[in-house]
């Protein structure tokens, strides 16, 4: 099983500010990673996927990177709807894992 | 507009069983593979179960294998999870979730929660 993890476990930042989070891979995922936003009391949304490609209505300030075994979630300047719990997802191989999350919160 | 409305989460005791329904809407769903992923409290995601849109292929977790079933009902719109010899540590948010090309999840229902308790 490909264990992803997270970091930091929370980032306190303010509005404006660019917030990066970190997936690490315990083995190599090729480009086979999403990202996920969960707000509390709702379902995950779906925000990058395949590394860099934003999802349907995400705004441009969300962008994805990396390859391999290392990869970054980066939002460019911070709006207050944006803080919120992060997961990163691989689907490189069986099981699907998802990683421990990133909270955004305001600092 | 998609949408995936979870049902059938409840308390139960452990060693019971419970069928989580979740109804479609919006999309053609037999074209669809279909997903289950839990969220224990506090937690984060863990991944369960998939069936593909004709139902002709199905996968399980490891945690869930032998104890859970996923079918679906394409007529009705309806994916389903039945679980059995129900644990504490399956307690936990139900999520349906469908798949975007790739095994990733695009949409999500609310939830349903599955509490394991005596």
């Known amino acids: 099983e490909i264990v992803l993890t997270q970091s930091p476990d929370t980032l306190s930042l303010s509005p404006g500010e660019r917030a990066t989070l970190s997936c690490r891979a315990s083995q190599s995922v090729s480009s086979s990673l999403a990202w996920y936003q969960q707000k509390p009391g709702q379902a995950p949304r779906l925000l990058i996927y395949?590394?860099?490609n934003r999802a349907t209505g995400i705004p441009a300030r969300f962008s994805g990177s990396g390859s391999g075994t290392d990869f970054t979630l980066t939002i460019s300047s911070l709006e207050p709807e944006d803080f919120a719990l992060y997961y990163c997802?691989?689907?490189?191989?069986?099981?699907?894992?998802f990683g421990g999350g990133t909270k955004v919160e305001i600092k | 507009e998609v949408q995936l409305v979870e049902s059938g989460g409840g308390l139960v005791q452990p060693g019971g069983s419970l069928r989580l329904s979740c109804i479609a809407s919006?999309?053609?769903?037999?074209?669809?593979?279909m997903h289950w992923v839990r969220q224990a409290p506090g937690t984060g995601l863990e991944y369960v179960s998939a069936?593909?849109?004709?139902?002709?292929?199905?996968y399980y977790a490891n945690s869930v294998k032998g104890r859970f079933t996923i079918s679906r009902d394409n007529s009705k719109n309806t994916l389903y999870l039945q679980m059995g010899s129900l644990r504490p540590d399956d307690m936990a948010i139900y999520y349906c979730?469908?798949?975007?090309?790739?095994?990733?999840?695009?949409?999500w229902g609310q939830g349903t929660l599955v509490t394991v308790s005596s």
């Open positions: 979730a469908r798949e975007r090309a790739g095994y990733y999840f695009d949409f």
């Open positions: 997802q691989q689907r490189s191989n069986w099981p699907l894992t």
């Open positions: 069936i593909t849109g004709n139902g002709d292929s199905i």
């Open positions: 919006g999309f053609t769903f037999s074209l669809y593979t």
């Open positions: 395949d590394t860099s």
